[in-house]
């Protein structure tokens, strides 16, 4: 046994978040954890990682075991340089400091390859596409993407017995999350990984975890997360059927106990003629047989063990109905140049037509300037040099901007009402419509999740009629649910999307008329994104290889 929960209990005030959770891992095992947000993924990891105290229950670790834990916000603050803080995070700076006065430090260095400690360490900067930074820069210089990713090579080099990453993908380029997921398919860590990217788990996991959203239990499926969709399918509608079987025998029964009554009645208050006293004993004793029979059959109707009806959440969807443009349509950039003059970054001369219906795709590594890029078409960033042209009819719904700009403090409601101009019932209605519950409609916009707050996002776009989408890795913070949603509705949107992703299912759903890459500032159309997979694959083996 490497980790085991035993009747894991935790509540938030009135709220029970996880109720009686109870495994066993073993060395090795992958397990994907799973379920709606708020179902309180989080809080188990960090309850497994010591970081939070259960109500009730208790976490068992094998003794010596080293746990490493990958918050899915790694907020770092530090002067340190990226090689001395990864050799404080990863343990090896201790190590080297005991070395001369310990036997058991020198054994434990050698153990965990500690000569060989910077050759990793450059390897898995090249992983995590940081190979051109220097390792002497200090952390508080890196942008948020680039801390997140050195955060998790300190975890990864503490050599953890026990990993549990919460949303590691979230902050990784397509090359990086293709390194990230091929270093995990050969480690020999137990890992428990929360993740909305499917193919990531389908990749990685060979056990699915899933707190129950009703009963904020643990139910355990073997195999891959598609293994696991397909057998809760499954497994929901062979209950359906049980119970609709069930109950249609009950009401069969209940029938009959009733048509027994009615006879055991009838017989017992027949009067008859004083001549046919034989039919009258007749219709009385058999009243009183079916009136026994009645009872028999009321008796086994309670004996019946109740098949339950499955307990299922009203299907998310995104309702988006682009407005349909009366004036000029398309995006043109012509030579434009975009960055910020203050910390000289800059990208371009890009010149780019976009159609009114266009489905655009920009890959490109973490800093490469795609959030620039969108922010210059939006109109958010001003163009340093070239022009910028967006047509008169379109109305464009921005997710990242947006959700920089959310007022935290006001409410659900008042944000929709003051940004869409709908009256008070209509507010409540287009919330109720996007998942929120009517309780949730007057909370401040900071009680929200992240997902929550992108639902909020599309419910305004909705209620403006957007008919261009700037998406800009719309995944990060969307549960499995909302991302199947997006999926679905982005299937059948008439308007213009924008689209920075590395989630490589939601890529493949996508179907882009055009795909493009940013690479050293200029951006270079593609037949298609498969190539660049290959080639980051490729590139991910290279260098695992070499740890």
């Not at 900067?125 to 820069?137: E, M, N, S, T, V």
């Not at 998790?152 to 993908?169: A, F, K, N, Q, W």
């Not at 208050?269 to 004793?285: A, I």
């Not at 409601?413 to 949730?440: C, H, M, N, P, W």
Request: charged content about 25%.
């Amino acid at each position: 046994m490497e980790i085991k929960a035993n009747k894991i209990h935790k509540t938030y005030g009135i709220i029970t978040v996880l109720d009686g959770i109870s495994f066993s891992l073993e060395r090795g095992q992958k397990v994907g954890l799973i379920g709606y947000n708020g179902t309180g993924k989080t809080t188990l990891l960090k309850i497994l990682a010591g970081l939070l105290e259960p109500d009730s229950g208790e976490v068992l670790v094998r003794k010596g075991a080293v746990i490493g834990y990958m918050p899915q916000d790694a907020s770092l603050t530090s002067n340190k340089t990226i090689s001395d803080y990864v050799r404080q995070v990863s343990g090896m700076a201790e190590l080297e400091e005991n070395m001369e006065k310990s036997a058991e430090a020198m054994m434990e260095y050698e153990c965990r390859d500690g000569y060989a400690f910077y050759h990793r360490l450059d390897v898995m900067l090249a992983g995590f596409g940081l190979d051109d930074i220097p390792k002497d820069r200090t952390i508080n210089s890196l942008s948020s993407g680039q801390k997140s990713k050195v955060f998790m090579i300190g975890v990864l080099l503490s050599d953890p017995d026990i990993l549990l990453l919460d949303e590691p993908t979230n902050n990784l380029d397509l090359p990086a999350l293709i390194w990230l997921e091929n270093f995990l398919m050969r480690s020999n860590a137990t890992s428990i990984i929360v993740s909305h990217d499917r193919l990531f788990l389908d990749r990685i996991v060979r056990e699915i975890f899933e707190i129950d959203w009703h009963t904020r239990a643990l139910n355990i499926t073997s195999g891959r997360y598609s293994d696991y969709l397909i057998r809760k399918e499954k497994e929901m509608a062979r209950q359906k059927r049980r119970h609709e079987s069930q109950q249609e025998e009950i009401k069969r029964l209940e029938e009959q106990a009733r048509k027994k009554k009615q006879e055991a009645i009838s017989g017992s208050h027949y009067v008859g003629t004083d001549s046919d006293k034989f039919l009258r004993g007749f219709k009385r004793d058999r009243a009183s047989k079916s009136g026994k029979q009645a009872k028999a059959i009321e008796k086994r109707i309670e004996q019946i063990e109740i098949v339950e009806k499955p307990v299922e959440r009203n299907v998310f969807r995104i309702h988006l109905q682009p407005k349909k443009p009366g004036g000029t349509r398309d995006i043109i950039l012509s030579n434009v140049i975009a960055g910020y003059a203050d910390d000289g970054f800059k990208i371009g001369p890009v010149s780019l037509s976009i159609p009114y219906g266009s489905r655009v795709v920009i890959l490109g590594l973490n800093g490469s300037g795609k959030t620039t890029l969108l922010r210059t078409i939006s109109g958010e960033l001003s163009a340093l040099k070239g022009k910028v042209s967006c047509g008169n009819a379109l109305i464009i719904g921005n997710l990242t901007q947006e959700h920089d700009n959310l007022p935290r403090e006001k409410s659900i409601k008042d944000f929709l009402i003051r940004r869409s101009g709908l009256q008070v019932q209509e507010a409540y209605s287009l919330a109720v419509k996007f998942g929120f519950k009517a309780t949730e409609i007057d909370k401040p916009i900071l009680t929200l999740s992240p997902g929550g707050r992108a639902r909020l996002l599309f419910a305004l776009f909705s209620a403006l009629s957007a008919n261009v989408l700037i998406l800009d890795e719309p995944t990060n913070h969307l549960d499995l649910e909302a991302l199947e949603a997006l999926e679905e509705v982005m299937n059948h949107y008439e308007g213009t999307i924008i689209l920075v992703s590395h989630d490589r299912r939601f890529l493949e759903n996508f179907h882009p008329t055009d795909t493009y890459i940013l690479f050293k500032g200029k951006l270079l159309r593609q037949e298609g994104f498969q190539e660049y997979l290959a080639n980051a694959e490729q590139q991910a083996k290279r260098l695992i290889s070499m740890i």
